[in-house]
């Protein structure tokens, strides 16, 4: 997955959970401690996040930090697929794993 896709899937799924959830991007911004400008920016997909805000912004929206990056047509889909749930959950737990694998990568590498 390529930084432009990263972005926007985390921009969208950022945006679709914080309206789930009644936030505004000030409220946001105070619970996940960063500025409204960072996260207007980050939505914006004009900057990146630091694994630190990843983290808060997975706890502050009440979600893995690996759907924050995860497509949401397929989450959709994934939470309507009531024929194997089993299955379903053994696929959300090895892609959480890949992801949260792929993550510590990139930003071991940044350091």
Request: proline share 2%.
């Amino acid at each position: 997955m390529g930084m432009n896709t990263a972005r926007k899937l985390l921009s969208a799924n950022i945006k679709a959970r914080r309206s789930e959830l009644g936030l505004t991007q000030e409220k946001l911004a105070e619970l996940v401690d960063v500025s409204y400008q960072m996260l207007h920016d980050i939505e914006g997909c004009r900057t990146w996040v630091s694994d630190k805000t990843l983290q808060n912004l997975s706890a502050a929206l009440g979600v893995d930090m690996y759907e924050l990056l995860y497509p949401l047509a397929d989450r959709a889909n994934e939470q309507k697929n009531e024929l194997n749930p089993h299955l379903v959950e053994r696929l959300h737990k090895t892609m959480k794993s890949d992801i949260d694998r792929r993550l510590d990568e990139f930003f071991g590498k940044l350091r």
